[in-house]
């Protein structure tokens, strides 16, 4: 089982940045496919963003695209979020997530994955 422990959610005023972290523990990451869902109250986890275990290919909701960045860095067991232009409707918990797969794929459903972090906190004020 891989544990999963996301960092570096805040408060940012819109148009600013912050840049989430999830580090990873138990498996060899690099196995692992990973995506970034978000969650805000009183709606569904929505899907952010996926890359495939190499980290050759990734995906972004178009809600984030041009705007939020992920990357891994398998030599830290990390994952990334980069998160520029944010605005207050980004405004929500953030998780990362991971699935054991052999494949070069990335996926972007939450029933996808085996193993989620605890979630941080992203508040963006207008």
């Known amino acids: 089982q891989v544990q999963l422990v996301e960092s570096g959610g805040g408060l940012v005023q819109a148009g600013g940045s912050l840049r989430l972290s999830c580090a990873a523990s138990g498996r060899t990451f690099s196995n692992y496919a990973m995506g970034w869902f978000r969650q805000a109250p009183g709606k569904e986890r929505e899907f952010v963003a996926a890359m495939t275990k190499s980290g050759s290919r990734t995906y972004h909701a178009d809600s984030v695209k041009g705007r939020f960045t992920i990357s891994r860095d398998n030599a830290k067991n990390t994952v990334y979020l980069q998160m520029n232009s944010l605005k207050p409707e980004d405004t929500a918990v953030y998780y990362c997530?991971?699935?054991?797969?052999?494949?070069?794929?990335?996926?972007?459903?939450?029933?996808?994955?085996?193993?989620w972090g605890q979630g941080t906190q992203v508040t963006v004020s207008s």
């Open positions: 997530a991971v699935k054991y797969t052999m494949q070069t794929i990335y996926y972007t459903r939450p029933s996808d994955y085996t193993s």
